[in-house]
């Protein structure tokens, strides 16, 4: 009769680390790839830079003993956790596995991602968070439901101090969603992954709406309608792919500057054809993204939220290798107007670009704030408020360059000199007024407009001359409201000079908490 061999405590090691790398076995992980997604593991390696990633807390097991968990093993308890470089810099991550107990979150998993919190909050480090997650672990009752908690209040320790960044992956739903929405950036990939507070059957349940998870949850459903999703990848790969190219233009804390790239060769100067892009005809639309293209470097330029409230550009490019926020009314898109998802969304990414460091570019063609029941039913006193309130509480750089239209209250809303703006350029075509020509014509001139032969006649006399006189930057620019009116091929220079110039800006505040945001 052989004796049984003992292992080495190497051997041992060897054999855990095999089961760990195992994850939820061959047959479950070709499933996930048949789904055409990755595992957690691929996902960590194409995520860091080749051969950075250090795992932590590989064997760490749950606890659970009740309801048919008694010596299941669930490989890391379901979450891969560890760090490594991304562009060179330190970054934390975790990354749900599906193929282990479908990635279901538990005490243990919880404090897993809990604990790499802490870690990049110490650090001064980034945290990116792959969600890939059938849900709370009902067999762990309230300690998951402890565990969720955890993670909510660590995300609300963490925003404001590093970077945030959840990639949707898989499933997501009930109270899993919440952690990704307070980070500063959701990613989502399409098709494959679903976020919902509840799902298709609970709703038709309790409502009787049929509708799929897809059309429900899906990335398109939440980067067009819900605003939620700030990304959309076409596979995993990508997704990735845009949380590092995100993480290029971030700072890794906010005590640090944001990341500039030496630029060699710049070119200072821009083309003549900006000039030709917008019409001679203000009531005309143009594609405000032309403009931003042939502003920023190498026509290189980061849209966020580029499908929610497209009457609002939002993203980062860099000027001269800094980088910068860019927030651009869009005249394709409802002329331009801001309205109450486009508050929402500019009044975010500001206050963002605010806690990091990272100044503001403004481009403004605005015809003002967008009419109608729906939107004052809704609310737009308060939420175009939070504009208002975003840049004046924004200390990072603002310059503003004003383009065409800045009327009324949604001028004030885009960063004017009143609301803080460091400097203030203006193109020829600016027009700065209360309202427009039309309109304000037929209230300044009303009388005579009634008392002549031809009213109407006189009505476009008086437009013509309400325009030449007031739609104009001359007036704005004589009393102080403007640095300079400038040529659109010139507008680069400018935007470079200036913010090398306020680099240096150092503002300071009254000492507070936080202000009250009209939430």
């Not at 047959?27 to 051969?51: F, N, P, S, V």
């Not at 997704?239 to 190219?245: D, G, H, N, V, Y």
């Not at 949604?410 to 027009?431: H, I, K, N, Q």
């Not at 007036?475 to 659109?488: C, F, M, Q, T």
Request: charge should be neutral; proline fraction near 5%.
């Amino acid at each position: 009769m052989s004796e049984k061999k003992e292992m080495t405590k190497t051997e041992r090691l060897r054999a855990k680390r095999a089961s760990v790398l195992a994850a939820g076995g061959k047959e479950k992980i070709d499933k996930q790839h048949r789904a055409g997604k990755m595992t957690a593991r691929e996902r960590l390696e194409a995520l860091y830079d080749g051969g950075t990633f250090l795992e932590n807390q590989s064997f760490v097991e749950h606890r659970c003993g009740q309801f048919g968990m008694e010596g299941q093993e669930i490989p890391g308890d379901g979450v891969l956790t560890g760090t490594g470089l991304i562009n060179g810099r330190t970054v934390f991550a975790f990354s749900q596995d599906f193929t282990c107990a479908g990635g279901s979150v538990g005490e243990m998993h919880a404090k897993k991602i809990v604990n790499i919190m802490r870690d990049a909050l110490k650090c001064g480090a980034p945290v990116i968070g792959i969600n890939d997650s059938g849900g709370a672990r009902i067999q762990e009752g309230v300690d998951a439901l402890s565990g969720y908690g955890t993670i909510f209040y660590h995300n609300t320790l963490l925003s404001g101090v590093v970077p945030q960044i959840s990639i949707i992956a898989g499933p997501c739903a009930g109270g899993a969603v919440y952690s990704p929405a307070i980070t500063d950036f959701v990613i989502q990939v399409r098709g494959s992954a679903q976020m919902f507070i509840a799902g298709p059957s609970v709703i038709k349940a309790a409502t009787g709406e049929e509708i799929s998870a897809e059309k429900l949850g899906g990335a398109d459903a939440h980067a067009r309608i819900s605003g939620n999703v700030h990304f959309v990848a076409e596979n995993d790969a990508e997704a990735l792919a845009i949380a590092r190219k995100l993480l290029s233009f971030l700072p890794s804390n906010n005590v640090s500057d944001p990341p500039a790239l030496p630029i060699q060769d710049m070119v200072v100067t821009g083309d003549q054809s900006l000039a030709r892009i917008v019409p001679e005809d203000p009531r005309l639309p143009y594609d405000m993204h032309q403009v931003i293209q042939q502003l920023v470097d190498d026509n290189d330029f980061l849209e966020v939220h580029k499908d929610f409230a497209p009457n609002l550009i939002v993203g980062f490019a860099r000027f001269g290798g800094m980088p910068v926020g860019v927030v651009a009314n869009q005249p394709m898109h409802l002329a331009g107007v801001l309205d109450i998802n486009a508050s929402d969304k500019g009044a975010r990414f500001i206050r963002f670009c605010n806690i990091f460091n990272i100044p503001l570019v403004n481009l403004v063609d605005v015809p003002g704030f967008l009419p109608g029941v729906d939107q004052e039913h809704g609310g737009i006193i308060r939420h175009g408020a939070k504009m208002l309130f975003a840049y004046a509480a924004t200390s990072s750089p603002k310059i503003t360059v004003i383009i065409r239209k800045a009327y009324g209250g949604a001028y004030l809303a885009m960063c004017s000199r009143d609301m803080g703006a460091d400097r203030v350029f203006a193109w020829p075509t600016a027009e700065i007024a209360v309202m427009g020509a039309e309109g304000a014509a037929g209230v300044v001139f009303k009388k005579e407009i009634e008392a002549a032969a031809s009213p109407k006649k006189m009505l476009q006399e008086k437009i013509a001359e309400y325009r030449e006189r007031f739609a104009n930057p001359y007036v704005a620019a004589s009393r102080g409201g403007i640095d300079e009116v400038i040529e659109p091929p010139e507008t680069r220079r400018y935007l470079i000079q200036s913010l090398t110039a306020l680099r240096a800006k150092r503002e300071t505040r009254p000492p507070k908490k936080h202000g009250n945001i009209p939430l």
